[in-house]
């Protein structure tokens, strides 16, 4: 017992060495928690909660996780921030902003990038590995929440890969500003979570 209260000690205690050497420590802990928060609810949710209550919780925690890595998080730790517009008249559906268009920026936190990256890339696989269990448990309804957390977050992972990747015309005019807050979501889709939520109920 006491080696591993030690263990678990000496863990916790690495990974607040690891999070003060980030450039944005603050920053860094709220991604980690938002990546980690859904995960943990749908394991333990069901302990306390219905679960249309669970279902609901874990997609808003999803939904919070998508918009703040998008939009807040990837923008302070790596620079990249993607959007996708499909009402464009060109080709190209996403748009990008990314270092490489404002070089010589502020340089890049490694720790910061290291986590953000392994993070980003390894909580789909982790709701995929959640699917797989719901079809060999045969949980359809925990089926269906999985890949809602699926498709939300290897979607951002998708984003952000291809912001990485994306080279910039350096002929192009950049109108918007790199710290322009971006603009709160549409709350029509807070119908559509009360929608799903009528759905389940329905079935109770």
Not at 151 to 166: E, H, I, P, Q, S
Request: hydrophobic share 50%; glycine share 4%; with cysteine.
């Amino acid at each position: 017992m006491a080696e591993s209260q030690g263990l678990v000690a000496s863990r916790l205690n690495t990974f607040y060495v690891t999070i003060l050497k980030s450039s944005h420590p603050l920053m860094l802990l709220l991604h980690l928690i938002g990546k980690a928060a859904p995960i943990v609810f749908y394991l333990i949710g069901s302990f306390f909660l219905n679960f249309t209550a669970q279902f609901i919780l874990v997609v808003l925690l999803l939904a919070f996780d998508f918009y703040f890595t998008k939009n807040i998080s990837g923008r302070k730790l790596v620079q990249l921030r993607w959007w996708y517009d499909p009402s464009t008249k060109t080709t190209e559906t996403f748009t990008f902003e990314s270092y490489k268009q404002y070089a010589p920026g502020p340089p890049i936190n490694s720790i910061d990038a290291k986590l953000f990256w392994w993070s980003t890339y390894l909580v789909p696989v982790i709701w995929m590995v959640f699917g797989i269990f719901c079809i060999l448990g045969f949980k359809i309804f925990y089926l269906l929440l999985v890949m809602v957390a699926a498709v939300l977050t290897g979607m951002n992972a998708y984003g952000f890969r291809n912001c990485d990747k994306w080279d910039p015309n350096p002929n192009s005019n950049q109108t918007d500003s790199w710290f322009q807050m971006p603009t709160i979501p549409n709350i029509e889709n807070l119908t559509r979570l009360a929608t799903i939520q009528s759905f389940f109920q329905n079935r109770s």
